[in-house]
């Protein structure tokens, strides 16, 4: 520690970024966001029937590439609050802009409401639509809630009784004999709560990033700025936890393992959440790094913050590994038909490479090389390995998204997509579109979020505390 | 009559509070003194790098100790496993490619290495335990555990000298200064 920096550093009305700077970059994301949503509309819903189908999962594993970043950096808000952390309050700013993309990848994922897009990536959506296509929706919705109140009804007739009444749902009936392993998952997985749930991620969490990020930066601006903004996010931040846990857990059951509906993992939202911990720290030590370097934050972020979320970002790569090793391990011991489907896919051909690859690329090479302390206070260094990280992430979610394509495709229709296969011809170049402009999207956003307010919170009575950090 | 020699352990000079220690450190360091330290009730952010402290290597034993719990783990499964008493379980194959049933015991030894090392060696290069330390001469010393804030320098450093240290301790802002001798044995 060579300089004490005290309250006289801190800009009166905090430091923004010129606009003018990040303009060029601004407008080029959004034109890339523009035109390739554009494509990829008509890739969605007007190409021909092929390329559609491989065209949804590009897409959804694009979106969900983009939607585990802004969610971990919610998860970081969230944290930071909750636990009345002092390190990290010069840096709280660039976790709420990274956070606050998260309503707008609702744009995004409004594709997967279509249900043309639906029944290339969910069999359990098509096998509803085609056992009660003709009952009313309205009825469905109905009979739904009518079975969530019988199930909370049946739990407690089980406690006093021991005895369950069967439900009655001209859904569940007819799935009753159209597959049971359906029937049994029916109080889950319909297409109302579906809708439902896929709506209240974006709505619940959206909303809670918005508050919070309210709440930081009217500080900013506020006459009489005191503990009580900081006491107020403490305190909400407690409460929207939860939210943040659901969200997370049920988007990947849904979006994600519904792509194999007969699959299931209790570790599966957990796994996707350290994916998320740990990459969108990586965003966040990059954006701290290129702002730092752009002459931003000069007074408030030391080498001493980027140990510090250096170290953070080691511990999740740490604990990605346990939790990835423990849904392997369990599965892979066991043996049992119904649970090894997901990594027998995994593990055929290509992909067995690349998921052996995953476990090195993922896990060995980012240990060792973090493990080093120098390393972790040196904020180039530090970075270069996040963007690591973040290219490897995309492996991640490759590899949980891309394997289910050629075999739902041909299980689904294989007249237009060949028999199931392990991969399919040229549909890469989907993946790359789809990334492309969910990643403009995303960078669009982020910079719009950066320059909206002050770069961090200058009127937070924790800021000196954070700036003159040692740990 | 007989006189016993005491040797001199060196000077041992209170300081008003933490901050006050972490800048007198900061000037001892910068005198040049190698052979002292600081004592205070509890760790000071930072006062690592007012003394001058170089990095422990504690770090480089701890990944050599938790590298040999990786190695022994892998070696004793394999061997009981594989090569003494090939077991088939659940269809897995006896051989390499059962690794990752050996992960968990690898995974637990690595632990358990990296714990033992980590505090043996702390222990080792510390030189604890000891029964006595020259410092328990001063009776003000046992503030130290309480709310005392001390720096000892020792006679042992070439820079030490009977007057200059004294005088330099007080220079920098230390009060109750006091000669510390080693008791006889």
């Given at each position: 520690?060579?300089?004490h920096?005290?309250?006289?550093?801190?800009?009166?009305n905090?430091?923004?970024?010129?606009?003018?700077?990040?303009?060029?970059?601004?407008?080029?994301?959004l034109?890339?966001?523009?035109?390739?949503?554009?494509?990829?509309?008509?890739?969605?819903?007007?190409?021909?029937?092929?390329?559609?189908?491989?065209?949804?999962?590009?897409?959804?594993?694009?979106?969900?590439?983009?939607?585990?970043?802004?969610?971990g950096?919610?998860?970081?808000?969230?944290?930071?609050?909750?636990?009345?952390?002092g390190?990290?309050?010069?840096?709280?700013?660039?976790?709420?802009n990274?956070?606050s993309?998260?309503?707008?990848?609702?744009?995004?994922?409004?594709?997967?409401?279509?249900?043309?897009?639906?029944?290339y990536?969910?069999?359990?959506?098509?096998?509803?639509?085609?056992?009660?296509?003709?009952?009313?929706?309205?009825?469905?919705?109905?009979?739904?809630?009518?079975?969530?109140?019988?199930?909370?009804?049946n739990?407690?007739?089980?406690i006093?009784?021991g005895e369950?009444?069967?439900?009655?749902?001209?859904?569940?009936?007819?799935?009753?004999?159209?597959?049971?392993?359906?029937?049994?998952?029916?109080?889950?997985?319909?297409?109302?709560?579906?809708?439902?749930?896929?709506?209240?991620?974006?709505?619940?969490?959206?909303?809670?990033?918005?508050?919070?990020?309210?709440?930081?930066?009217?500080?900013?601006?506020?006459?009489?700025?005191?503990?009580?903004h900081?006491?107020?996010?403490?305190?909400?931040?407690?409460?929207?936890?939860?939210?943040?846990?659901?969200?997370?857990?049920?988007?990947a059951?849904?979006?994600?393992?519904?792509?194999?509906?007969?699959?299931?993992?209790?570790?599966?939202?957990?796994?996707?959440?350290?994916?998320?911990?740990?990459?969108?720290?990586?965003?966040?030590?990059?954006?701290?790094?290129?702002?730092?370097?752009?002459?931003?934050l000069?007074?408030?972020?030391t080498?001493?913050?980027?140990?510090?979320?250096?170290?953070?970002?080691?511990?999740?790569?740490?604990?990605?590994?346990?939790?990835?090793?423990?849904?392997?391990?369990?599965?892979?011991?066991?043996?049992?038909t119904?649970?090894?489907r997901?990594?027998?896919?995994?593990?055929?051909?290509?992909?067995?490479i690349?998921?052996?690859?995953?476990?090195?690329l993922?896990?060995?090479?980012p240990?060792?090389?973090?493990?080093?302390?120098?390393?972790?206070?040196k904020?180039?260094?530090?970075s270069?390995?996040?963007?690591?990280?973040?290219?490897?992430?995309?492996?991640?979610?490759?590899?949980?998204?891309?394997?289910?394509?050629?075999?739902?495709?041909g299980?689904?229709?294989?007249?237009?997509?060949?028999?199931?296969?392990?991969?399919?011809?040229?549909?890469?170049?989907?993946?790359i579109?789809?990334?492309v402009?969910i990643?403009?999207?995303?960078?669009?956003?982020?910079?719009?979020?950066?320059?909206?307010?002050?770069?961090?919170?200058?009127?937070?009575?924790?800021?000196?505390?954070?700036?003159?950090?040692?740990? | 009559m007989s006189?016993?020699?005491?040797?001199?352990?060196?000077?041992?000079?209170?300081?008003?509070?933490?901050?006050?220690?972490?800048?007198?450190?900061?000037?001892?360091?910068?005198?040049?003194?190698?052979?002292?330290?600081?004592?205070?009730?509890?760790?000071?952010h930072?006062?690592?790098?007012?003394?001058?402290?170089?990095?422990?290597?504690?770090?480089?034993l701890?990944?050599?100790?938790?590298?040999?719990?990786?190695?022994?783990a892998?070696?004793?499964?394999?061997?009981?496993?594989v090569?003494?008493y090939p077991?088939?379980?659940?269809?897995?194959?006896?051989?390499?490619?059962?690794?990752?049933?050996?992960?968990?015991?690898?995974?637990?030894?690595?632990?358990?290495?990296?714990?033992?090392?980590?505090?043996f060696?702390l222990?080792?290069?510390?030189?604890?335990?000891?029964?006595?330390?020259?410092?328990?001469?001063?009776?003000?010393?046992?503030?130290?555990?309480?709310?005392g804030?001390?720096?000892?320098?020792?006679?042992?450093?070439?820079?030490?000298?009977?007057?200059?240290?004294k005088?330099?301790?007080?220079?920098?802002?230390?009060?109750?200064?006091?000669?510390?001798?080693?008791?006889?044995?």
């Open positions: 520690m060579s300089h920096v005290t309250s006289h550093e801190i800009p009166v905090g430091e923004h970024l010129d606009k003018s700077k990040i303009a060029k970059a601004k407008t080029i994301a034109a890339v966001m523009v035109i390739g949503s554009l494509l990829s509309v008509y890739l969605l819903f007007f190409a021909p029937k092929a390329q559609q189908g491989s065209y949804s999962y590009s897409w959804v594993f694009a979106l969900f590439y983009f939607f585990t970043l802004a969610l950096a919610c998860f970081w808000t969230l944290l930071h609050n909750v636990s009345n952390s390190w990290g309050t010069s840096v709280r700013r660039v976790m709420e990274v956070g993309v998260f309503p707008w990848l609702s744009i995004f994922a409004i594709p997967l409401l279509f249900p043309s897009v639906q029944s990536l969910y069999e359990w959506m098509n096998m509803h639509r085609k056992v009660g296509g003709d009952i009313p929706t309205m009825t469905l919705i109905s009979e739904w809630l009518a079975g969530s109140w019988n199930w909370v009804l739990g407690f007739r089980y006093f009784t369950t009444l069967p439900m009655a749902s001209t859904m569940a009936d007819r799935l009753h004999h159209a597959d049971h392993l359906m029937y049994n998952k029916h109080w889950y997985m319909n297409l109302p709560f579906w809708y439902f749930r896929s709506a209240m991620f974006f709505i619940a969490l959206g909303y809670v990033i918005y508050r919070l990020r309210k709440l930081s930066t009217a500080q900013d601006t506020d006459p009489n700025p005191g503990t009580v900081l006491f107020t996010a403490r305190r909400r931040a407690a409460a929207f936890l939860p939210i943040l846990a659901l969200t997370v857990t049920f988007a059951f849904d979006w994600l393992k519904g792509m194999d509906y007969t699959w299931f993992s209790t570790m599966y939202g957990v796994y996707i959440f350290a994916g998320c911990a740990i990459n969108s720290m990586g965003v966040i030590i990059i954006t701290t790094y290129l702002l730092r370097r752009a002459g931003y000069k007074n408030v972020v080498q001493e913050h980027f140990h510090i979320m250096g170290k953070l970002l080691f511990a999740f790569t740490v604990f990605w590994a346990y939790v990835t090793f423990s849904q392997y391990f369990l599965i892979w011991y066991a043996n049992i119904e649970e090894t997901y990594f027998l896919i995994r593990n055929t051909e290509g992909w067995n690349a998921s052996i690859a995953l476990v090195i993922h896990f060995v090479v240990f060792v090389i973090l493990l080093q302390q120098w390393l972790k206070k904020p180039h260094l530090l270069a390995v996040a963007v690591y990280m973040l290219l490897v992430h995309i492996l991640d979610i490759y590899l949980i998204v891309i394997p289910e394509r050629g075999i739902s495709l299980n689904i229709d294989h007249k237009t997509f060949g028999n199931i296969s392990v991969s399919i011809q040229g549909a890469w170049m989907g993946d579109l789809a990334f402009t990643g403009a999207g995303f960078v669009f956003f982020l910079l719009r979020a950066l320059g909206q307010h002050s770069l961090y919170p200058h009127r937070d009575p924790r800021i000196l505390e954070s700036a003159n950090l040692t740990n | 006189t016993t020699r005491k040797r001199v352990y060196g000077y041992l000079a209170e300081f008003k509070s933490a901050s006050a220690l972490y800048k007198a450190a900061e000037k001892v360091r910068d005198a040049g003194f190698t052979k002292w330290d600081c004592y205070s009730p509890y760790p000071i930072g006062l690592d790098g007012a003394m001058g402290l170089k990095r422990s290597i504690l770090p480089y701890v990944f050599f100790g938790g590298m040999t719990g990786t190695i022994t892998f070696l004793l499964a394999y061997t009981t496993q090569v003494i077991t088939v379980v659940q269809a897995k194959p006896t051989n390499f490619f059962t690794l990752p049933a050996f992960f968990p015991i690898m995974f637990e030894l690595t632990i358990l290495f990296s714990g033992f090392t980590t505090l060696g222990l080792a290069l510390m030189k604890l335990p000891r029964f006595n330390h020259p410092l328990f001469a001063s009776k003000q010393f046992e503030r130290s555990t309480d709310d804030f001390f720096i000892a320098l020792e006679a042992r450093d070439p820079k030490f000298s009977a007057t200059g240290s005088d330099f301790l007080g220079e920098i802002g230390g009060t109750s200064i006091e000669l510390i001798e080693e008791e006889p044995a």
